[in-house]
Nanobody, 115 residues
Framework: QVQFVESGGGLVQPGGSLRLSCAVS????????MSWYRQAPGKQRELVAA???????NYADSVKGRFTISRDNAKNTVYLQMNSLKPEDTAVYYC?????????WGQGTQVTVSS
């Protein structure tokens, strides 16, 4: 029904960059708020960045100035550009859609920042 295709994760050195992509089907993407969460080992899942249907954005303080969330409604895809990566950014990153007051979650993609 609701399907997510997450990509772009991987291993990167501190200071490097990655771009995550999340393509969603089964919802009205343009009417949905999209967000990225992450969960590091032994920690709770936390909000990283969010973007509304009107393209307003907000970020966790820990990533502000380094990460950028964007969306391409023609592709039903949300992106997370991650720059100046730090080891503490290591986590599984999850894409989330909110449509009609319900949350739908992607399967997650691993991001590892290590030298």
């Amino acid at each position: 029904q609701v399907q997510f295709v997450e990509s772009g994760g991987g291993l990167v050195q501190p200071g490097g960059s990655l771009r995550l992509s999340c393509a969603v089907s089964g919802i009205i993407f343009g009417a949905s708020a999209m967000s990225w969460y992450r969960q590091a080992p032994g920690k709770q899942r936390e909000l990283v960045a969010a973007i509304t249907s009107g393209a307003s954005t907000n970020y966790a303080d820990s990533v502000k100035g380094r990460f950028t969330i964007s969306r391409d409604n023609a592709k039903n895809t949300v992106y997370l550009q991650m720059n100046s990566l730090k080891p503490e950014d290591t986590a599984v990153y999850y894409c989330k859609a909110n449509w009609r007051a319900r949350n739908y979650w992607g399967q997650g993609t691993q991001v590892t920042v290590s030298s």
